[in-house]
């Protein structure tokens, strides 16, 4: 069906029978008179593969059993093929990322609404049933890895290897520490402590990578929580790869995980680069769309060194921005550099995100992002990463100092002992 037609035969799938009432009425008033009605998306598969005469649905986004996304997903999985309009009450960037996965499946996608539906919205959506579109991006090529075997990397998951170091962030307003990001770190037999250069690669190619991931993000929980024993309120970042986000189970396993540490998701950013967003399109903005729903932070890592890093924030449902080393180092000395971090800044004021820089190694830098206003800091100025269980200790050291550094400009230019600080961070 094409033009302006409308179809006869419409599903409404909404938790909510308020919601399905309204939008079975708007349907009547258009002259679709037939409906049927699903309360959550397993009921809604169940009757598409019953009933193939069903034209087009109305999904909403938050439902139990199976959201969404989930049955975007499903629609593809099952190769049905219904027009689609989705709507939803929440944030229109969350509902950009929404149209975007499913223009990238392939999904006959009528339009994204926000909630409360039109008649006029409505009208439009349905009125311009469009054919099918497969817009699939290759997987992107990765180089080959480091000379380690897939049997190493099995053995390391297995006995425990890796390791989680963490690196602190601070709140340049105040000096509070606020949270940390977990570095992986390998803790090999024979060749000692290795750094991701080390083994990355390899591992990003093996069947480990969600694993490992997992595994990271239960250490770094483990070490949040002992921060909250002693009253601070830590948040704790990880960084998510490419294969792991084209991983479809990932989402779940990361809710389940969180909801059974007892940690608010809230407290849980999930870090990603603008590389990682491109690969394999369609599954990745779902993995992000569903962790956003359910609360999580998302980060878009080293932002600024991608080809298109203003086009990835509209992209990604993201609530932190990560400005890059490159742009914070020596932007103090550097009049181009400090041109790019206020720019960096700007956009992410104006996108209502938090801005984190990342790469503070001088006092004049960290001087420079306080004066512009920049909410975090992290780096080697504060502190290198260190293992997990010594963050408290740490901290319990260094916290007059950090907190010395959020007085005035004066203050800190008076006191030689700070003009000193960044050799005098230990882990």
Request: glycine share 8%; net charge negative; proline share 5%.
């Amino acid at each position: 069906m094409s033009g302006n037609s409308l179809p006869s035969r419409v599903l409404i799938i909404d938790d909510s029978a308020l919601q399905r009432t309204f939008a079975e009425q708007l349907c009547h008033t258009l002259g679709i008179h037939t409906t049927l009605q699903a309360s959550d998306g397993l009921q809604a598969i169940e009757l598409l593969r019953l009933d193939a005469s069903i034209q087009a649905i109305i999904l909403d986004l938050e439902m139990p059993g199976l959201d969404g996304i989930q049955v975007l997903h499903e629609l593809v999985r099952l190769q049905l093929d219904p027009a689609v309009v989705v709507a939803s009450a929440r944030e229109s960037v969350l509902l950009n990322v929404v149209e975007s996965m499913g223009n990238s499946l392939g999904v006959r996608l009528l339009g994204v609404l926000q909630k409360p539906l039109t008649l006029a919205q409505l009208a439009g959506c349905l009125g311009r049933i469009a054919p099918r579109v497969a817009l699939q991006e290759p997987p992107a090529q990765r180089p080959q890895g480091p000379l380690l075997s897939a049997d190493d990397l099995q053995r390391a998951l297995r006995e425990g290897e890796f390791q989680c170091y963490v690196q602190p962030k601070v709140a340049l307003a105040d000096g509070r520490l606020c949270g940390v990001e977990g570095l992986i770190r390998w803790q090999h037999p024979q060749h000692g402590l290795l750094a991701p250069a080390a083994f990355i690669d390899l591992l990003e190619q093996s069947p480990f990578m969600s694993a490992v991931t997992l595994q990271m993000l239960d250490m770094a929980l483990g070490h949040c929580q002992r921060g909250h024993a002693e009253g601070l309120t830590l948040s704790c970042s990880i960084n998510v790869s490419a294969p792991s986000l084209a991983d479809s189970r990932l989402a779940d396993a990361i809710i389940e995980r969180v909801a059974a540490s007892g940690m608010a998701p809230a407290l849980v950013t999930l870090e990603i680069t603008e590389s990682a967003i491109m690969t394999d399109l369609s599954t990745t903005l779902g993995t992000l769309a569903r962790l956003r729903l359910h609360g999580f932070g998302l980060s878009v890592d080293d932002y600024g060194t991608g080809f298109s890093g203003m086009l990835q924030l509209s992209r990604v449902p993201c609530t932190e921005l990560k400005v890059d080393r490159a742009f914070v180092d020596g932007a103090s000395k550097n009049p181009q550099l400090r041109v790019l971090l206020e720019s960096a800044l700007d956009i992410g004021r104006k996108l209502n995100l938090r801005v984190v820089a990342e790469g503070v190694e001088t006092l004049e830098d960290w001087q420079l992002l306080r004066q512009l206003q920049c909410d975090e800091a992290q780096g080697y100025f504060i502190a290198k990463p260190m293992p997990g269980e010594a963050l408290l200790p740490w901290w319990r050291s260094n916290q007059a100092r950090i907190r010395r550094l959020t007085e005035t400009a004066n203050v800190l230019c008076e006191d030689p002992a700070l003009s000193a600080a960044s050799s005098s961070v230990s882990a």
